[in-house]
Structure formats: C-alpha cells, structure tokens
C-alpha cells in the first residue's frame, strides 16, 4: 500500500506505516529544520512546501493519505478558537486534497481536545467526500511510551475499503476496547521507554535544541501509526484473499 503524507513534520506517520510494510510516495511540509529532517532520511520521496497549493501538476495518487493537522487552535495549551483558527483551520485544505486525490483510506490525528472543539466538522467533511470513519483515542503510554500523550486518530474509508475493515464490529475503537483485556496488544512491550534521551533541553546548541524539541513535540509516536498501519495492511490482505 502507497501512502502520502501531508503535515510531515519529521516523518512519525512515515516511520510508523513504513515499518508496518507501506511505501511512502511524497510528504508536504513547511518548516525548513523538518524538511532537512525529511530529505535525509527520506531522501527519494518527492516533497511540497505547502498544503495550501498541493497538489501541483502531475500523478500523486495513493492508497493511504495522512497527517496531523495543527493543534495550535485546539489544544487546551492554545487560544482554543477551535478549526477555524488560521492554523488549525488548514484542516480544510487537508479535506480538500482528499477530495481531489480520492485515496482509499484517510488516517488523520490530532490532540484530544479536537473532540470538542471541531470534531463534527471534521466527520462532516469526510462524510461529504464519501467516506466512513471511526475513531479512537489513543496514548502513547499503551505502547510503552513514558508520558500519556493521549491523541485522537480517524480513520476513514471509502466503499472499496469499507467491508472488510468493519468486519471487526467496530474496527480500530473494538480493538482498543479489547486491549485494555489484553488481546489485542499482547506483544506490545509494558516495560517503559527510557525518559526522553538527549533532547537538548541545556544551553549548548540552543536554537537546534528548539527546532529539535519543537519537531519531536508535533510528531505523532511511529509506533502508534505503525499499528495502525499494520491493521490497515491485514485488512487489505483479507479482502485479497
């Protein structure tokens, strides 16, 4: 499965659904120190500056698009004026990429508070591309993290993903439920992570220290998104089959 990915930051979504076996086709993103990030480590991938005039001319269809749209208007640490602020508001350029690249399957994630401040919105626009989702929110800390970092993830279909994926009653929020008994993420590590190695939180090397914290801070934990991922794939893998 190709996947696209818009917000990029410094590559969570892409690390994520690569290790769970997806193949990345292009990445969008504004922030100069993300996208030096970006093209060393992804250094064939086509890349874009700007949410708001992709796609340009040419063939960037995929099977998977994703991101995670700015939280600066939402997050309780904010002004809270909610999707319609400038930032946060970019979440209509995202719903208008899907519109015109119509990929299979849409994964968007954002902070918690997204579900009272603009999360009808957001199932609205889905809905009128045409698109079931579900949705879940979920920390960090379940993956071995060692802070909470409780995010909301969406995940929409179109008609030729549909079936096979609600197979499982209620898909990804149903495999949460069944985690919290243990049968879902049985091989998932309960030991901690070591706490937040050398993150350049001291004054040497100040100004790369911040564009590092900044980039870690807005990127989505690979883990999560490889999980993800990898329901994504088996599902995919069953209809085939």
């Known amino acids: 499965m190709t996947f696209g990915s818009l917000f990029a930051g410094i590559g969570g979504f892409d690390l994520g659904f690569e290790r769970a076996g997806m193949k990345c086709e292009w990445q969008v993103e ?38 995670g749209f700015p939280c600066q208007d939402i997050s309780d640490a904010g002004r809270r004026k909610g999707i319609d602020g400038e930032r946060s508001g970019l979440w209509f350029d995202y719903a208008r990429i899907v519109r015109e690249l119509r990929p299979r399957i849409i ?36 993956f071995g993290a060692p802070h909470r970092r409780d995010r909301v ?30 049968l879902v993420f049985s091989e998932i590590p309960t030991r901690r992570w070591n706490t937040e190695p050398d993150v ?36 995919e893998k069953g209809k085939q089959s």
Do not use: M
Not at 31 to 42: E, G, N, S
């Open 107 to 142: 994964v968007v994630e954002n902070v918690s508070a997204l579900l009272v401040r603009g999360f009808d919105r957001v199932l609205g626009e889905l809905a009128a591309c045409g698109y079931d989702a579900e949705w879940e929110c979920l920390p960090a800390s379940i």
């Open 30 to 67: 504004n922030d100069p120190y993300c996208q030096r990030v970006l093209a060393k480590h992804w250094p064939h991938v086509r890349r874009w500056d700007d949410v708001r005039t992709f796609p340009p001319a040419g063939e960037w269809g995929v099977d998977v698009i994703c991101g």
């Open 200 to 235: 350049d939180r001291v004054v040497g090397r100040f100004s790369r220290g911040v564009d590092r914290l900044r980039g870690l801070g807005n990127a989505v934990v690979p883990q999560v998104a490889q999980w993800i991922g990898e329901r994504l794939i088996a599902a």
């Open 153 to 182: 993830f969406v995940v929409a279909y179109d008609a030729s993903f549909n079936g096979t994926w609600c197979n499982t009653k209620n898909g990804i929020a149903s495999a949460i439920r069944h985690e919290n008994r243990g």
